[in-house]
RNA sequence: GCUCCCUUCGUCUAUCGGUUAGGACACCAGAUUUUCAAUUUGGUAAGGCGGGUUCAACUCCCGCAGGGAGCACCA
């Protein structure tokens, strides 16, 4: 038998640079390359764009590995940083320069500047045609250090054949002689990118729409070094609600404030899946699913709107999909990034609802339920200091209403409350008049209850329902009110379970006394 | 201004010349119910506009309009 023909296995990369946190755009990319990689059995490669010395923090590489982790992607090898490859450019450029496919301009950035704004004052394309194209290099100034640009083609068009985009042409008349290397010998970026992506052995450049009028200049590049040009997939790019580019105003933007604001990987990962490409009328899926089924060719070419509301449905899925002891971990990762309420106020752009920061919204509520508590560390300390496995326990009847992280954790609130507990006004009501009474025979037959357990306690309380007449809801909603301080809580039985005998016993107590 | 890209329910999308234009989220109504959820049944809701091509167009072509991205000695 043949063997089959060996087929090249595929490299891709995600090549963030370390400015900040991982971007919610970039996340997005980095998993479309990876769900495409691992779909082809190919290799993925980390690239950390780091030649701007001046906004590059290791502190940011090590977080944007950290939130990449988070998300539960994985690369091959170790990361490169670019700027560690600067001399390697160089060579590149020399090279280049050597065979006249390449030549040194002595405009000055100033120079550069004056005439783009020129262009622009009388509305033309901006083109800079450097003078030192075609100039005797005797001629050129003593005193200005020179930068590298690229003799590129000035007829015809450069073409770019997308996998998502399909053809694209760039008329070469409207494409300016890239520069290779700035005057410092610093390489741009463009030139970095390629000459990088070449050596890597990158054969599929998956990335955001924004980089698509690059790639006709790096094909440039390309061309002028000879080699071999990788498939480009410029995937659409993901919006605000109002359909304009991510940015501060559309709140969160960061990884970190993701997992803060209390969504899971998974459903990060099958919600970005979603947006520019589907499989029939799959909605929710694995990640198995997921790579089996990821292709490029499926993905689409217009821009979708990011949808919290959606996000959070399907969070809502993976909460109860994912089992307890995994929950508490996540819980315990998500917390410690909330800060406290005054500040998630005080970040909040005031074009974004409230509502849409699960985060914001539990800081409101534990501010108004145990003020001492500050920020998400302390709540996780304060839970931790109630027993891990109280929280635990209530998981259950936990994970069913909530849609984050941090609506569960609102949930739990009833088990660190102080006693004796502060109501609030609905709350208040629910244990007064009427109410009184019931609760104290409630008290005297729950005090000689043998077992303590929701479906045995339920058993007592619908017992004294039948006997006094009264629905059950009329019996419920004290208990509630008395055990939780609010109208709206996790079960009753449930609550009840958790508190244990004791505690109950003595939080209804407080509201009879 | 120049270059490039996009346009199906409010949102994410299916459709690949012939469908009652399908699904999901959201929304509305019913069921269930100790609150809130979850679950479940049903419902409202879409092919930007104008021209072609074709027996037939959401689907192909052209124009317009609207939206988006890019235009650095940043990445």
Not at 191 to 220: E, K, P, S, W, Y
Not at 269 to 280: E, V
Not at 450 to 460: K, M, Q, S, V, Y
Request: charge should be neutral; glycine fraction near 8%.
């Amino acid at each position: 038998m043949k063997p089959a023909p060996a087929m090249k296995p595929i490299v891709t990369r995600f090549a963030p640079s370390p400015t900040g946190a991982l971007h919610i755009g970039g996340a997005r990319t980095a998993l479309f390359n990876w769900l495409y990689t691992k779909h082809m059995g190919g290799k993925f490669l980390l690239r950390i764009e780091d030649t701007d010395r001046e906004r590059s923090k290791d502190a940011y590489t090590a977080g944007i590995l950290d939130s990449l982790t988070w998300m539960g992607i994985d690369w091959d090898g170790e990361p490169v940083s670019q700027f560690s490859r600067v001399k390697r450019h160089q060579e590149v450029a020399a090279q280049l320069l050597a065979e006249g496919k390449a030549y040194r301009c002595y405009l000055t950035k100033d120079e550069t500047d004056k005439m783009r704004e020129e262009l622009v004052a009388q509305k033309l394309p901006q083109v800079i045609l450097s003078p030192w194209r075609d100039a005797d290099p005797e001629t050129a100034p003593k005193d200005v250090k020179p930068s590298i640009r690229l003799r590129a083609a000035r007829e015809g068009a450069t073409l770019v054949n997308d996998l998502v985009q399909g053809d694209v042409a760039f008329p070469n008349k409207d494409l300016d002689d890239l520069i290779v290397v700035r005057s410092d010998g610093i390489p741009t970026y463009n030139f970095a990118v390629v000459v990088d992506d070449h050596d890597m052995g990158v054969t599929h450049i998956i990335r955001g729409a924004d980089h698509l009028t690059n790639a006709g200049r790096q094909t440039q590049v390309y061309q002028a070094c000879g080699w071999e040009l990788p498939a480009f997939a410029h995937i659409p790019l993901v919006h605000g609600p109002d359909g304009a580019k991510l940015s501060k105003r559309h709140g969160a933007q960061g990884a970190p404030e993701f997992r803060a604001m209390g969504y899971l990987p998974a459903a990060l990962r099958n919600y970005f899946a979603r947006l520019a490409w589907s499989h029939g009328d799959d909605e929710i899926f694995s990640t198995e699913q997921a790579i089996a089924w990821f292709d490029i060719k499926d993905v689409g070419k217009s821009a979708g709107r990011f949808d919290y509301v959606k996000l959070a449905d399907l969070n809502g899925h993976y909460i109860r999909a994912t089992p307890d002891g995994e929950l508490l971990g996540h819980m315990a990762r998500c917390l410690p990034g909330i800060a406290t309420y005054g500040d998630l106020v005080a970040a909040l752009d005031p074009k974004v609802k409230p509502e849409t920061r699960p985060d914001l919204m539990l800081m409101k509520a534990v501010a108004e339920f145990r003020p001492d508590i500050k920020t998400g560390a302390d709540l996780l300390a304060a839970f931790q200091a109630k027993g891990w496995d109280k929280l635990a326990a209530a998981l259950p009847s936990l994970k069913e209403r909530a849609k984050t992280m941090c609506e569960m954790a609102q949930g739990a609130l009833y088990l660190i409350a102080e006693r004796p507990l502060k109501l609030d006004a609905k709350a208040q009501k629910q244990v007064e008049g009427e109410a009184k009474p019931a609760l104290l025979a409630l008290i005297a037959k729950l005090s000689a209850a043998n077992d303590w357990n929701a479906t045995a306690l339920e058993a007592i309380v619908r017992q004294q329902a039948d006997e006094t007449g009264t629905k059950l809801g009329n019996l419920a909603q004290p208990l509630r009110a008395a055990l939780a301080g609010r109208t709206v809580s996790p079960p009753v039985f449930d609550m009840m379970a958790v508190l244990g005998r004791e505690e109950t016993l003595a939080r209804l107590r407080d509201q009879t006394a």
